[in-house]
C-alpha cells in the first residue's frame, strides 16, 4: 500500500529530487448521530504519531538509525501518547467502487452503521500531507439514527486495525475541537465547525 | 530532513511493522491584510501532488518502479497538476526559536511581511498525516497592513523553494475554499472558515 520513491523534476532548467510516498486517495466521514444528538469518532493508536513523541521527548533512541534498522519500542512513553482522534476515513483501494460506496463501507466497518449510500453529502476534497504524499481527501457527511447501528464497528481486526468508537455530544463539540490536550486531525476540527455553520442552524429550525 | 524508518510496536501481544517518515513539526498561518481586506496565501508546485495525478492518469508510469529507481519527470502532466493553494508554512527546526518566531520568519520569508512576534495569536494545534508522519502542526492567525510589507516574499530560492504569492479577496474566500477546481490544503478551508466565524464579525462592528 504505501512505498518511497524518488522523483526527478526539472523545472527552470534545474533538476531536483524529491523523495515521496506513495500511498492510495482517501475518504472520510463526518458521522452526526440525530437520535443521540452526537458526533462519532474514531479513536486509533497511529504508530508515526507515537513515534512523532518518541523523537520530541527521548531523541537519543533515534541516533544511528538508518532506514534498515528497527525501531523496537518499548515502554519509553505510554501508549496513550499515540492515540488520535479521527474521523471514520479509509483509503481508496478498490477502483470498482464510488468514493461514496467506500465511504459507506467504512461506516460500517469501522462504527457500525448501515448509511444508503444516497444519503452521503459530500463536503469537499482537498490534498494531504503536500509535503509527503499529496493525496486527495474526500470529505463526507452522513446523518445517522440508532436505528441504522448494525454492529459495533472497531475496523477490521484481520487487518490490524484496533480503532474505539467515541461519541462526542453536540453540545461539547466545539470546546472538544478546540481542546489541544485531545490530539485530532483537522478533519475533525473542520468538520466539526462546518456542521456547526451549515447543518446546525437547520436543525433548530425543526 | 525527512527519512524512513520502520518501527515494531508491540499491543496485545501481537509484534507489528509500520513504514513511517520522519519529519518535522511545522506552523502554518493565516494572514489576512487588512488594508486591502485579502487573505495572503501562498501557491507552491508540489512534486508529491503531482506524482499523485501522474499515478492515477499513467498508472502505466509506475509499473516496475522500485524504492532504488528514479523517476524522471516529463511532459505526462502539465507542471500546474502539482500545484497547491496553502498557508504560509514552515517547518520546526530550530529548537531555539520558539514556535511564534519561526512562524513569523516564515511570514516574511514567504509573503514579505514584518510581523511583530507578539501580534501572533494561536488557533490551534492538529496532528496531521497520522498514517505516515504524525506530526505537529500549529496554526496561527496573524493581521497585517500593506505597511508592513517589506518585501516581495517568495521562499528561499536557495533552498529550491518557488513560492507564488497570492492574494484572496476577503469576499471571495468562501467560495474558494469550496471550490474543488482549485487543489488546497485543509489548512486554508479550515482558517478561511475559522475568520468567517471569529473575526469577521469583530472587523464589521468597527
Known amino acids: 500500500m504505501m512505498n518511497t520513491l ?20 482517501s475518504v472520510s466521514i463526518l458521522i452526526f448521530n440525530i437520535s443521540r444528538q452526537c458526533f462519532v469518532v474514531v479513536k486509533q493508536f497511529r504508530p508515526a504519531v507515537y513515534m ?35 474521523l471514520c476515513a479509509g483509503i481508496v483501494d478498490q477502483p470498482e467502487l464510488s468514493l461514496e460506496e467506500i465511504a459507506c463501507k467504512e461506516v460500517l466497518e469501522e462504527c457500525g452503521y448501515k448509511v444508503p449510500v444516497t444519503s452521503l453529502k459530500r463536503i469537499t476534497s482537498y490534498r494531504s500531507g503536500v509535503g509527503v504524499t499529496g493525496s486527495k481527501q474526500t470529505l463526507f457527511y452522513a446523518q445517522v439514527t440508532d436505528d441504522m447501528k448494525s454492529s459495533e464497528g472497531g475496523g477490521q481486526l484481520e487487518e490490524g486495525e484496533l480503532i474505539e468508537v467515541v461519541e462526542i455530544p453536540l453540545q461539547d463539540s466545539m470546546k472538544f475541537a478546540y481542546d489541544e490536550t485531545f490530539p485530532k486531525t483537522m478533519g475533525v476540527i473542520f468538520s466539526f465547525m462546518w456542521f456547526q455553520s451549515n447543518i446546525a442552524p437547520k436543525l433548530q429550525e425543526k
Not at 6 to 25: E, Q, V
Not at 59 to 70: G, I, V
Open 6 to 25: 524518488k522523483a526527478k523534476l526539472f523545472k527552470n532548467g534545474i533538476s531536483k529530487l524529491w523523495d515521496f510516498m506513495r500511498t492510495h486517495d
Open 52 to 86: 512523532c513523541e518518541m523523537e520530541e521527548q527521548c531523541p537519543q533512541y533515534f541516533e544511528n538509525k538508518t532506514e534498515e534498522s528497527w525501531c523496537p519500542l518499548s515502554d519509553f512513553l505510554p501508549a496513550s501518547k499515540g492515540i488520535t482522534y479521527e
